[in-house]
């Protein structure tokens, strides 16, 4: 069973800066593919970014620019820095493993594992 857990200090003001780490336990973190989403109250959940296990990354278009999605495989991480955080970032932030194979990674029901989701919340 694969675990994981989200890290990082939740509030910041608007055009501020944070990161976001997902350590990851069980399974082989190499071959994953791991994914950001996050959800606002009364939203569904979006897709953020993807980094794939050969490290191609991808980023939805509200983030594209403004956030960094990194992994480490010595250290089984992987992390989301956040970058000219707006109002409208306001979220919980989820990490999740994607298993090679599973489809687009900006799609949810793809990904196998997830962690407890935390908050991420910016003052205007």
């Known amino acids: 069973q694969v675990q994981l857990v989200e890290s990082g200090v939740g509030l910041v003001q608007a055009g501020g800066s944070l990161r976001r780490s997902c350590a990851t336990s069980?399974?082989?973190?190499?071959?994953?593919?791991m994914g950001w989403f996050r959800q606002a109250p009364g939203t569904q959940r979006e897709f953020v970014a993807a980094i794939t296990h050969y490290v191609a990354l991808y980023y939805a278009a509200s983030v594209k620019g403004r956030f960094i999605i990194s992994r480490d495989n010595g250290k089984n991480t992987v992390d989301l820095q956040m970058n000219s955080l707006k109002p409208e970032d306001t979220s919980v932030y989820s990490c999740?493993?994607?298993?090679?194979?599973?489809?687009?990674?900006?799609?949810?029901?793809?990904?196998?594992?997830w962690g407890q989701g935390t908050l991420v919340t910016v003052s205007s």
């Open positions: 069980g399974g082989t973190f190499i071959n994953y593919n």
């Open positions: 999740a493993v994607h298993l090679p194979a599973s489809g687009s990674y900006t799609y949810g029901p793809n990904y196998k594992y």
